[in-house]
């Protein structure tokens, strides 16, 4: 009942991702709440249940705040993996597996 509720809660509030996208060139993702990995070829983050690969070439991320993160670079490949609590994580700071 309690995980019912606060999944409403995470929807109502717009908790979860929100990407948009210019081409394969740059993405905008709101609600981003941590940047886990970070190299030119490779980005992790994490956002509300979901954790984001992005792989490409020159991958920068700029401007990280509160309303989201902006990643540039030519993007070739992005997934989403969905994290249920703990079992997904490598750390206490919320990696994923791969």
Known sequence: MFK???????????LTPLI??????????????????????FMRLISGKLCINIWGNGLRAYDFNK???????????????????????KSDKGLCEN
Not at 4 to 14: C, N
Not at 22 to 40: A, F, H, P
Not at 72 to 77: C, P
């Open 20 to 41: 948009h996208m210019d081409g394969n060139k740059e993405m905008l993702i709101e609600n981003c709440r941590r940047i886990e990995e970070y190299s030119e070829v």
């Open 4 to 14: 019912k509720v606060t999944d409403k809660a995470l929807e109502a509030f717009y």
């Open 67 to 89: 309303s989201g993160l902006l990643i540039s670079g030519q993007i070739s490949q992005i997934e989403f993996t969905e994290r249920n609590g703990r079992k997904n994580e």
